[in-house]
T-cell receptor
Framework: GESVGLHLPTLSVQEGDNSIINCAYS??????FIWYKQESGKGPQFIID?????DKRQGQRVTVLLNKTVKHLSLQIAATQPGDSAVYFC???????????FGAGTQVVVTP | NAGVTQTPKFQVLKTGQSMTLQCAQD?????MSWYRQDPGMGLRLIHY???????DQGEVPNGYNVSRSTTEDFPLRLLSAAPSQTSVYFC???????????FGPGTRLTVL
């Protein structure tokens, strides 16, 4: 989930298990949502996106679920691998100019 | 394609100095933006541009200037550096508003 302050929430997952990362967004008018992955020392990398006219979208090993009723977004990673260790950010676009609002991020640690 | 490139990778400034962070993209993207990322926090939008000659302020614009004379380049200028501007700066671009943003590798700036 989202954090307040300097300490990121951490999700510790055993290799091979499924991961679920949650995000609460703030604006009911948001119509586009993205999940990014950021490895240490690198820029954010696009994982998957979803528009507000959808509830679910699947990619390779990842699924994003959108619940507009409670303004909740989740990212599911199947068969989590060591390379999935990173900080994951959700972002929402509620602005006609395309500005993204980022959450604080969740640290995912994959253990052997 | 090189994607989004940023220079320099690292920079140390003294309080009061000025400098320009460079950002370029070769994907013919109209939309470009600058973010800063502080420890344990998500990305905050500084300035953005929806096309050559058009720029606007984001969430934290104070102390920064931008210009967009070409589609490819979007430099960020620090007018008089302050320790509060110590951060990692990311440039991003997208084909249009409301689309996936591609991020550069970042510039790590320290202001003493």
């Amino acid at each position: 989930g989202e954090s307040v302050g300097l300490h990121l929430p951490t999700l510790s997952v055993q290799e091979g298990d499924n991961s679920i990362i949650n995000c609460a967004y703030s604006n009911s008018a948001s119509d586009y949502f993205i999940w990014y992955k950021q490895e240490s020392g690198k820029g954010p990398q696009f994982i998957i996106d979803i528009r507000s006219n959808m509830d679910k979208r699947q990619g390779q090993r990842v699924t994003v679920l959108l619940n507009k009723t409670v303004k909740h977004l989740s990212l599911q990673i199947a068969a989590t691998q060591p390379g999935d260790s990173a900080v994951y950010f959700c972002a929402e676009n509620s602005d006609s100019w395309g500005k993204l609002q980022f959450g604080a991020g969740t640290q995912v640690v994959v253990t052997p | 394609n090189a994607g989004v490139t940023q220079t320099p990778k690292f920079q140390v400034l003294k309080t009061g100095q000025s400098m320009t962070l460079q950002c370029a993209q070769d994907m013919n993207h109209e939309y470009m933006s600058w973010y800063r990322q502080d420890p344990g926090m998500g990305l905050r939008l500084i300035h953005y541009s929806v096309g050559a000659g058009i720029t606007d302020q984001g969430e934290v614009p104070n102390g920064y200037n931008v210009s967009r004379s070409t589609t490819e380049d979007f430099p960020l200028r620090l007018l008089s550096a302050a320790p509060s501007q110590t951060s990692v700066y990311f440039c991003a671009s997208s084909f249009d508003r409301g689309n996936e943003q591609f991020f550069g590798p970042g510039t790590r700036l320290t202001v003493l």
